[in-house]
């Protein structure tokens, strides 16, 4: 079991930034590949940011290229960040962040074990 909590939601306006956290506990070691996801209403969760924990590859969604920075805690690398630039209101959405087993960049949600509970990011236009 792996336990995910996410932090740092919040309401900001449009053009500004949040920094995310998520803190993976548990038997974290069976696990290569940890992603943002989001969710905004009457929509599909959508992969947001990828990173592999061991080599720190990373993968971004076209909408929040060159906006949004995932990386890992040098220290603690069971915790994962996700800066967020340039903050548009279409990036509202619930954040979720998730671990997978598998060695390559998972892109899909079915492909991640474990889901923390959410934060919220509100941005006003």
């Known amino acids: 079991q792996v336990q995910l909590v996410e932090s740092g939601g919040g309401l900001v306006q449009a053009g500004g930034s949040l920094r995310l956290s998520c803190a993976a506990s548990?038997?974290?070691?069976?696990?290569?590949?940890m992603g943002w996801f989001r969710q905004a209403p009457k929509k599909e969760r959508e992969l947001v940011a990828v990173?592999?924990?061991?080599?720190?590859?990373?993968?971004y969604a076209d909408s929040v290229k060159g906006r949004f920075t995932i990386s890992r805690d040098n220290a603690n690398k069971n915790t994962v960040y996700l800066q967020m630039n340039s903050l548009k209101p279409e990036d509202t959405a619930v954040y979720y962040c998730?671990?997978?087993?598998?060695?390559?960049?998972?892109?899909?949600?079915?492909?991640?074990?474990?889901w923390g509970q959410g934060t919220q990011v509100t941005v006003s236009s």
């Open positions: 548990g038997r974290t070691f069976s696990y290569y590949t």
């Open positions: 998730a671990v997978s087993k598998t060695l390559v960049l998972a892109t899909s949600a079915s492909q991640y074990d474990f």
């Open positions: 990173i592999k924990l061991d080599g720190g590859s990373t993968y």
